[in-house]
């Protein structure tokens, strides 16, 4: 599934949506992957310009059967090398990338950062990850596998 914003107020008025189809997707798991999508794309609507793009779209492995569900959130703009540290606790932004990485089960950006890619694996349970994971001297991506 595909939706494309040029504004935020079409970004807005798509959330209920968003989530309704994550609901038919995902069941299980819809309200954990919408708040990575959501924090993808409030970056991009803060960091990037539009067009915005939002990719859905669910995978089966025909060797194993796993199903993930891939999502995609792309837009124009200068972009930015990625930091999935957190920052000051005294800053009230700069958790959106840290929490991604935390939820999805695969985080990779491509495109100078102007694309997201997040995986979620639908067969098993949310993972539990350490917050001291995030934590560190690393400016690099983490992907998380």
């Known amino acids: 599934m595909r939706f494309v914003f040029e504004s935020l107020e079409e970004m807005a008025g798509s959330r209920d949506r968003i989530l309704q189809v994550l ?6 798991k819809a309200l954990r992957i919408f708040v990575t999508l959501n924090e993808a794309l409030n970056n991009a609507a803060l960091h990037g310009e539009p ?3 939002l990719e ?3 995978h089966t492995r025909e060797t194993t059967g ?6 995609k959130v792309s837009c124009r703009g200068r972009g930015f090398v990625p930091r999935l540290r957190l920052s000051d606790p005294e800053v009230p932004r700069g958790r959106g990338l840290w929490l991604m990485g935390a939820m999805a089960d695969r985080l990779a950006f491509e495109d100078r950062g102007r694309m997201v890619i997040m995986e979620h694996r639908l067969d098993r349970p949310g993972r539990k990850r350490s917050l001291d994971t995030y934590w560190g001297d690393d400016d690099g991506i983490q992907h998380n596998h």
């Open 23 to 28: 609901r038919i997707m995902a069941p299980s």
């Open 51 to 53: 067009p915005i793009v």
């Open 56 to 58: 859905i779209d669910k």
């Open 66 to 71: 796993e199903e993930r569900l891939i999502i």
